[in-house]
């Protein structure tokens, strides 16, 4: 495992997830947001968005861990790329509580997230709200990722600081593939 994707709805955990599995794998992390929100919340034109990621995985021969889906837009770029797909699963419930509070602190520390943009009430109340995304987009996410993912190396976790420990543990123990999570099939819930 040294090419991996992490997936899933909104509030799943992709960011902190990805961030600490490159951090136990040795490997650069790739936020796609990053990527793909220039300033003013205004979004990366699709080719745009593929040369940005391009670029990054370039950048990481040696291994990368990219947090986000963005299938619109780039398509199987990143899946094709990946050894390992790891699917975020959370309950619907965790993913309202997540959002509502994530949204909340970040508007009121009002934390930079990419290029100068930042999350507000203002902002969280509006049609274009996190929390609206997450109410309608969450349900679907499944039957929207299934037939993608076919074929491909998936692993669904659903409870990633478990799943994290496991891999860590597995690493330490010094195994040269860095998880023995590779040698399971697709869609392995943990």
């Known amino acids: 495992m040294r090419r991996v994707e992490v997936i899933g709805p909104s ?17 650069p992390y790739i936020e796609l947001d ?23 995985l370039d950048a990481a021969p040696d291994g990368w861990v990219v947090d986000g889906n963005y299938f619109g837009k780039l398509g199987t770029l990143v899946l094709d790329a990946a ?3 790891v699917w975020l699963d959370i309950p619907y419930r965790t993913a309202i509580r997540r959002v509502l509070w994530r949204t909340f602190r970040r ?10 943009n ?27 990722w299934s037939p993608r993912l076919e074929g491909r190396n998936v692993v ?3 409870d990633a600081a478990a799943w994290l420990q496991s891999i860590q543990a597995t690493a330490m123990s ?10 399971t099939p697709p869609f392995v819930e943990t």
């Open 107 to 116: 508007a009121l520390s009002r934390v930079e997230l990419w290029n100068g």
């Open 118 to 144: 930042r999350e507000s009430f203002r902002l969280a109340f509006s049609r274009d709200s996190i929390v609206l995304w997450v109410l309608r987009t969450h349900r679907g996410f499944a039957a929207k």
């Open 34 to 56: 990053a990527l793909h929100h220039d300033a003013g919340w205004t979004e990366a034109p699709e080719e745009v968005l593929q040369e940005r990621v391009r670029a990054a």
């Open 174 to 183: 010094g195994s040269s593939n860095g998880s023995e999570r590779q040698k």
């Open 11 to 27: 509030c799943s955990g992709k960011s902190t997830t990805a961030r600490r599995l490159a951090e136990i794998l040795g490997v």
């Open 83 to 85: 050894d390992t797909i």
């Open 156 to 158: 669904r976790v659903t």
